[in-house]
């Protein structure tokens, strides 16, 4: 069974607002750091978007992109979300959901941190 499955994404307009859901399996849901990350084309590396730590609700932006991101958490359905805001051509990428098992808090968001990783699903801003 994976511990994180993406869902959501697909081909959107610019402009528009897509949310992201990213569902947890109960062991990992209730002691981890979720983030989002996203991986643009032709880029090597994994950057972070946010994170959350559902234990306590405590969230996490990266500074650059905090008002276009909005990260939350859905305990009944042990989901995390990302919703994101006035969608541009550069949001184009690979986004992923990760986890890092720890106690109260989430690392600083460097791909290295996280050893969970779920599939991704793709996100392409396209008129």
């Known amino acids: 069974q994976a511990q994180l499955v993406e869902l959501g994404g697909g081909s959107v307009q610019p402009g528009g607002s897509p949310t992201l859901s990213c569902v947890v399996t109960?062991?990992?849901?209730?002691?981890?750091?979720i983030g989002w990350f996203r991986q643009g084309p032709g880029k090597s590396r994994k950057e972070a978007v946010a994170?959350?730590?559902?234990?306590?609700?405590?969230?996490y932006y990266v500074g650059a992109l905090k008002g276009q991101f909005t990260i939350s958490q859905d305990n009944a359905e042990r989901t995390i979300h990302l919703q994101i805001n006035s969608l541009k051509p550069e949001d184009t990428a690979m986004y992923y959901c990760a986890a890092t098992r720890r106690n109260g808090h989430c690392p600083d968001l460097f791909e290295r941190n996280f050893e969970i990783w779920g599939q991704g699903t793709q996100v392409t801003v396209s008129s």
């Open positions: 994170a959350i730590y559902p234990g306590n609700g405590r969230k």
């Open positions: 109960e062991s990992t849901y209730t002691s981890s750091c």
